[in-house]
């Protein structure tokens, strides 16, 4: 088999068809409209403009223009206008897929992912109100310590490392012990 037939095969391994549908249901309650019935996944978003409609549902005025018509070249600016729209609404850089993940199909596992990354992060939006997607963040558990507690902490053993009241295993010999013979 080819590398690029292998690349492809483990990329399409990496899909999750119950996660392309939960995306897919997500953005449809958001846009109050369903996908074209017999068009793929992939195919409905390559062209960037439902990513923006998205966007500009969250978070209104977030790509202020979608473009509709034109070449390959305006459709994928509508992709990298999505891009900087959720990186602006707080998604972490390193969970946005590339442009050619999504144009050329190259990686639908990357999307899908940066879609829950959307998902998860409209969680910390309170004027969002919407639909979610995917699990609810986990929130900072502030505390803090008198100078009392810490220091009785500091004279507390830890015993994440396990404790063996000073025990060890100096002494004991299991087994011959090693012998090392020069010149044979």
């Given at each position: 088999?080819?590398?690029?037939?292998?690349?492809?095969?483990?990329?399409?391994?990496?899909?999750?068809?119950?996660?392309?549908?939960?995306?897919?249901?997500?953005?449809?309650?958001?846009?109050?409209?369903?996908?074209?019935?017999?068009?793929?996944?992939?195919?409905?978003?390559?062209?960037?403009?439902?990513?923006?409609?998205?966007?500009?549902?969250?978070?209104?005025?977030s790509v202020p223009k979608i473009n509709t018509s034109g070449g390959q070249f305006k459709m994928m600016e509508?992709?990298?206008?999505?891009?900087?729209?959720?990186?602006?609404?707080?998604?972490?850089?390193?969970?946005?897929?590339?442009?050619?993940?999504?144009?050329?199909?190259?990686?639908?596992?990357?999307?899908?992912?940066?879609?829950?990354?959307?998902?998860?992060?409209?969680?910390?939006?309170?004027?969002?109100?919407?639909?979610?997607?995917?699990?609810?963040?986990?929130?900072?558990?502030?505390?803090?310590?008198?100078?009392?507690?810490?220091?009785?902490?500091?004279?507390?053993?830890?015993?994440?490392?396990?404790?063996?009241?000073?025990?060890?295993?100096?002494?004991?010999?299991?087994?011959?012990?090693?012998?090392?013979?020069?010149?044979?």
């Amino acid at each position: 088999m080819s590398l690029e037939r292998q690349v492809r095969a483990k990329l399409a391994s990496k899909r999750n068809p119950e996660q392309e549908k939960e995306a897919q249901t997500w953005i449809e309650t958001i846009l109050g409209a369903k996908f074209p019935p017999g068009e793929l996944f992939e195919d409905v978003l390559k062209d960037g403009t439902v990513l923006c409609q998205v966007i500009n549902k969250l978070k209104p005025g977030s790509v202020p223009k979608i473009n509709t018509s034109g070449g390959q070249f305006k459709m994928m600016e509508n992709i990298t206008n999505f891009q900087a729209a959720i990186k602006a609404y707080g998604v972490v850089d390193i969970d946005v897929f590339q442009t050619v993940d999504l144009w050329e199909k190259k990686d639908i596992a990357q999307v899908v992912s940066t879609l829950y990354a959307l998902g998860r992060e409209t969680y910390r939006h309170p004027e969002w109100n919407g639909p979610y997607l995917g699990p609810k963040p986990s929130e900072e558990c502030k505390r803090d310590f008198s100078e009392e507690v810490l220091k009785a902490g500091q004279t507390i053993v830890g015993l994440q490392a396990g404790s063996n009241k000073g025990a060890s295993q100096s002494g004991q010999n299991i087994g011959a012990g090693r012998k090392i013979l020069l010149g044979k």
